[in-house]
T-cell receptor, first 114, second 110 residues
Framework: ETGVTQTPRHLVMGMTNKKSLKCEQHLGHNAMYWYKQSAKKPLELMFVYNFKEQTENNSVPSRFSPECPNSSHLFLHLHTLQPEDSALYLC?????????????FGEGSRLTVL | QKEVEQNSGPLSVPEGAIASLNCTYSDRGSQSFFWYRQYSGKSPELIMFIYSNGDKEDGRFTAQLNKASQYVSLLIRDSQPSDSATYLCAVPQAGTALIFGKGTTLSVSS
């Protein structure tokens, strides 16, 4: 496995369900991120983890709950979502401190909330 | 909160032409700028980054920075149909994550 992998690639859930998105990076990076991509809107930064510690939470509703058990894994736990939460959820990683600041993205998890 | 603005397009150019994509940013103190390309149904991939010390060329791609007017451009020479994608401009926020614009959709016709 190389790069950043996300599972599942597609998820359909009802508003009362609980599900989780998983992200794993194989690049040795120390920072991981969740972004939300909706149609006609910019990529929205949701959460930032540096060295497993959450350093940023961009006013994300509590129905989204991140978890970072180690520097290679990142989860996004979902519960009681709304239809407007339907979007592409992208995980990304980078080496904090690198000059390029390049983010490496996973292929995303396409979420549909019914 | 830093802001990044892009014209969503679509920008249509014929094959072989020069495509010019622009991005404006709100924070005058921004020092580095990134261009990502995103094909439909795929994740963004980095194609170019520049620092505030000048323009940069990489193959058919050139990134130009105008700090006085606070905009950065991406020029694609000899555009190919395979260049058809959405191009995202981004700047770092507080040295951590990148803040992205909405992206400009480029369509190159053969």
């Amino acid at each position: 496995e190389t790069g950043v992998t996300q599972t599942p690639r597609h998820l359909v859930m009802g508003m009362t369900n609980k599900k989780s998105l998983k992200c794993e990076q194989h690049l040795g990076h120390n920072a991981m991120y969740w972004y939300k991509q909706s149609a006609k809107k910019p990529l929205e930064l949701m959460f930032v983890y540096n060295f497993k510690e959450q350093t940023e939470n961009n006013s994300v509703p509590s129905r989204f709950s991140p978890e970072c058990p180690n520097s290679s894994h990142l989860f996004l736990h979902l519960h009681t979502l709304q239809p407007e939460d339907s979007a592409l959820y992208l995980c990304a990683s980078r080496w904090e401190g690198a000059n390029t600041g390049e983010l490496f993205f996973g292929e995303g998890s396409r979420l549909t909330v019914l | 909160q830093k802001e990044v603005e892009q014209n969503s397009g679509p920008l249509s150019v014929p094959e072989g032409a020069i495509a010019s994509l622009n991005c404006t940013y709100s924070d005058r103190g921004s020092q580095s700028f990134f261009w990502y390309r995103q094909y439909s149904g795929k994740s963004p991939e980095l194609i170019m980054f520049i620092y505030s010390n000048g323009d940069k060329e990489d193959g058919r791609f050139t990134a130009q920075l105008n700090k006085a007017s606070q905009y950065v451009s991406l020029l694609i020479r000899d555009s190919q149909p395979s260049d058809s994608a959405t191009y995202l401009c981004a700047v770092p926020q507080a040295g951590t994550a990148l803040i992205f614009g909405k992206g400009t959709t480029l369509s190159v016709s053969s």
